[in-house]
């Protein structure tokens, strides 16, 4: 069996090698094994944006994640009795998990937003979301579109180092949202850091057709482990 395997792994990398595609292993999530579960669950990540009705053709429309609570808060009465308006509008989007990895968009009501912060790799103190699209290639299209949506990189294949030597293949882009919140949209090829499962069966993706442009230094000491 292990003979057929590498066999089998031999003809799919010829393949690849002709056709000029890459192989891809799909990556699944799911929870850690009980044995190594902790009382603690990353659920949400928030962004304070300045509009969330600028935000949302992002996030919903153009990646399609599914807005699932869109809610006005902090609404209540003043010292005389008077109604007092809300001071936050919040809205959460979920991808494939409706209790751990959703996104929040928070909209401060009762305060002028500052100007869009300056568009530059993360530095400490701030964010960096790694966002798995499977179907990249054909959406990032799309997320170029997105008003508000800036370029950072478009999509190319780099390698990370794996645990143990080898390498994790992802098809990398990365883009500043419109509040200038720097978003990588990966499409990861092979299995993820931490993931001891076995990968599943290989599927053949077709190259990239667009050219990436000239990477900076910045740029290239932007991109974050998988």
């Not at 429309?61 to 009795?81: K, S």
């Not at 929040?104 to 002028?112: E, K």
């Not at 478009?154 to 419109?178: C, N, Q, R």
């Not at 850091?193 to 069966?201: D, F, L, N, S, V």
Request: with cysteine; hydrophobic share 40%.
């Amino acid at each position: 069996m292990t003979k057929l395997h590498r066999l089998c792994g031999t003809l799919l990398a010829l393949l690849a090698s002709l056709s000029g595609t890459v192989i891809s292993t799909v990556a699944h999530a799911a929870p850690v094994p009980e044995a190594q579960r902790i009382p603690v669950d990353i659920r949400r990540t928030t962004f304070v944006v300045r509009s969330i009705d600028t935000s949302l053709p992002f996030y919903r429309d153009a990646l399609g994640l599914t807005q699932v609570y869109d809610q006005l808060i902090g609404a209540g009465t003043d010292a005389d009795g008077k109604a007092t308006p809300a001071t936050i509008r919040l809205v959460l989007l979920r991808a494939n998990d409706d209790y751990v990895g959703l996104l929040g968009l928070m909209q401060r009501l009762d305060t002028t937003p500052p100007p869009r912060r300056e568009l530059r790799k993360a530095q400490a103190g701030e964010t960096i979301i790694v966002i798995n699209v499977g179907d990249l290639e054909q959406r990032f299209p799309r997320v170029a579109a997105t008003a508000g949506v800036t370029v950072a990189e478009t999509p190319h294949l780099v390698h990370y180092p794996a645990p143990g030597g080898g390498k994790i293949d992802v098809m990398f882009s990365s883009v500043w949202d419109p509040d200038g919140n720097y978003i990588e949209l990966n499409h990861l090829l092979g299995t993820p850091a931490g993931q001891t499962a076995p990968a599943q069966p290989a599927q053949i993706q077709p190259a990239p057709t667009a050219s990436a442009p000239a990477a900076t230094p910045d740029r290239v000491k932007s991109k974050e482990f998988p």
